[in-house]
């Protein structure tokens, strides 16, 4: 990932852009997000169907008010084009007004049905699109680097995947929908009226350019505080998300109140912004209302003065102030609908910078699905740096044999997370080859490459699930049989059948609910049940106590059985079954041999061992092994009985 890419989601808060609509990121926010119009398109066309034949409709709602008017009441001869009425309905007057009136009532009906019908499907379109972006952005999620995940904000990322893929709605719902519906209402109004009554069209027409300057002055204030509201919202995301995570370290040091008084200035600053866009808000509405009826008064008085003259009938006027109802509202609301956009435009752009962040790993155009793999792993002048110029591996040559297990010792940032990020092609070497059985791992397609791998981290990661799900999802296919003997090779089996449920105990967030060591097991029968030809271990036994260690290090001998096997620790108790160590210093091979050769011959790795276990520790003459038989020296009553540190750690 660039660094650009990486910067934008370490900010604290998201970067303040350009406070105007901008067309160019519209552009780009149709290309993005338009594709998800093809899947949906018979709601779309059912949808814009009937916003068109509801125009035609409110095109005709009125006439039979002024028929009435004009024509009923007041008496006037019914006009050419309405000469059926005349055949129809003679001179009974009180049977046209009843047929007038129904008229009226059947057109209002068939608009509100009309509109409902189109409004519903709209709807449905918008609900079935926001939910296919958030699928799409959750899945490119999932397949963004690993440094990508160190460095964003996990609370804006939530922020982004819920509230701001809701807010493309104006965009790619409203906005289309508006334009077409706005801007066929004022063209079929506005031309109506010039054809009824020119100089009164005239008149309406003169409110038009005050209702676009309103919007000019106040619609770039209002993007820049809905701007700054969509920051502070984040913001307050983010920190709880992030004080939620830390809340044993937060009132283990005691730093409530302090949290507090943080989050509470984060709050009201977001409730400012937000105040701050309401008022700006409620302001142009409240304008826009105000021309709205000046415009209408204007229209009133000139119409009734021609009437009065005899220059027009009186019901034009109560057909000319139903059109400029229907004329002003989508003017209104077009200006309304633009600073939708430029509102949801903040929200689609911190979406964009979600889609067009760097994927760090692609397969080749030539690339095939791996074959079972032997094993054999070869890292041949291999170097690599996260930044130019700067090396954490540097020309690393090294074999490790089908069913070897390799152990990776070092001081923290000698490399040893980096040269497994490689194996997993979580980044490609800047030189050099990574090899299995021979073949480059580049030849194979990453799904493929990483089946083939099975991870045991430090922190073990349960989801929210049952215990059956947990193991379960280091195979999706697996059966029971499979889920049981994983857990007993983990020495898992034992614990589960005790807890409420059993194997369909549901899991607490984050594994609240269980031990330390419990986890870590369940982790491993996780492992196991993968069964892959190469296996990693990232430190699985850390800040774990004597017991738990004994029962974890029994499991990783199962996981690890006739696998090739790459550990990753400081704990020299870990090392015991390694067959080779590596020690690397400052991104180097320093040495490899076996512990024994290592203590002899290399005065790094003595230096780490003599930092952990004292110079004169008891693993001189042989390497250390922990065993769940070491456990026996227990005694019954729960004291420890006198043996020496080696009986212990043997």
């Known amino acids: 990932m660039s660094n650009r890419n990486r910067n934008k989601f370490n900010s604290s808060a998201p970067k303040q852009k350009q406070e105007r609509l901008s067309y160019r990121t519209l552009i780009r926010l149709y290309k993005a997000f338009g594709r998800h119009y093809k899947k949906h398109w018979r709601l779309m066309a059912a949808a814009y169907a009937g916003l068109l034949f509801s125009i035609l409709i409110a095109l005709l709602t009125p006439w039979p008010l002024k028929l009435i008017l004009d024509h009923v009441i007041l008496q006037n001869p019914l006009p050419e084009a309405a000469g059926v009425l005349s055949q129809w309905f003679g001179n009974d007057w009180a049977l046209l007004l009843a047929a007038l009136a129904c008229a009226y009532i059947v057109i209002q009906v068939s608009e509100s049905l009309v509109t409902y019908m189109s409004k519903v499907e709209m709807m449905s379109l918008g609900e079935n699109i926001v939910t296919d972006i958030r699928e799409r952005i959750f899945a490119h999620l999932q397949r963004l680097s690993l440094s990508f995940h160190e460095t964003a904000r996990s609370g804006d990322l939530v922020y982004r995947l819920t509230a701001d893929v809701n807010d493309l709605k104006p965009i790619l719902i409203d906005a289309p929908q508006n334009f077409v519906y706005r801007l066929a209402m004022i063209f079929s109004h506005a031309g109506l009226m010039l054809v009824l009554e020119w100089r009164l069209a005239l008149i309406a027409f003169s409110v038009i350019p005050l209702l676009y300057y309103c919007h000019r002055r106040l619609g770039v204030k209002l993007q820049s505080a809905t701007r700054t509201k969509k920051s502070k919202e984040s913001e307050v995301s983010a920190l709880i998300a992030e004080n939620v995570t830390a809340m044993a370290l937060v009132q283990a040091y005691g730093r409530e109140n302090l949290q507090q008084d943080r989050f509470e200035l984060e709050n009201r600053e977001s409730l400012e912004s937000g105040l701050a866009a309401m008022r700006l808000s409620k302001t142009f509405r409240r304008m826009m209302t105000v021309l709205v009826a000046v415009g209408t008064g204007a229209v009133v008085y000139f119409g009734g003065s021609l009437a009065l003259d005899k220059a027009i009938l009186p019901g034009t006027i109560v057909l000319f102030v139903a059109y400029l109802k229907k004329l002003y509202n989508p003017l209104d609301k077009f200006a309304e609908m633009m600073l939708n956009v430029a509102k949801a435009q903040i929200s689609g752009e911190r979406l964009l910078e979600l889609l067009e962040c760097d994927m760090v790993m692609q397969d080749a155009s030539h690339a095939i699905p791996a074959p079972r793999f032997k094993g054999r792993i070869e890292y041949r002048h291999v170097s690599f740096g996260y930044k130019k110029g700067v090396q954490v591996l540097k020309n690393l040559n090294f074999v490790a044999a089908p069913g070897e297990t390799v152990a990776l010792v070092g001081h923290s940032g000698a490399g040893k997370s980096t040269l497994i990020s490689l194996l997993l092609r979580f980044y490609d070497p800047r030189a050099g080859q990574i090899l299995i059985d021979g073949r480059d791992i580049r030849e194979f397609t990453l799904q493929s490459l990483r089946d083939q791998i099975t991870v045991v981290m430090q922190e073990a990661r349960l989801f929210n699930k049952t215990v059956r799900d947990n193991i379960g999802f280091g195979k999706i296919d697996a059966t029971e049989e499979e889920i049981l003997q994983a857990a007993k090779l983990a020495q898992a089996h034992d614990f589960i059948v005790q807890m409420p449920e059993g194997y369909d105990t549901m899991i607490d967030e984050g594994g609240e609910n269980l031990s330390g060591g419990q986890r870590q097991r369940l982790n491993i029968a996780r492992a196991i049940i993968r069964n892959t030809p190469i296996v990693i271990l990232d430190e699985p036994a850390t800040a774990l106590d004597a017991k738990s260690e004994a029962q974890i290090q029994a499991a990783l001998r199962e996981l690890a059985r006739g696998k090739t096997a790459f550990i990753i620790a400081h704990k020299f108790s870990t090392l015991a079954h390694a067959d080779k160590i590596l020690v690397l ?47 026996d020296d227990i005694g019954d009553n729960g004291k420890l009985v006198a043996v020496s540190p080696e009986e212990i750690i043997r």
């Open 585 to 631: 210093e400052e991104g180097k091979l320093a040495a490899c041999g076996t512990h024994e050769e290592l203590l002899r011959t290399n005065r790094e790795y003595y230096e780490l061992y003599e930092l952990q276990l004292g110079p004169k520790g008891p693993l001189t003459s042989r390497p250390l092994e922990y065993t769940t038989e070491a456990m």
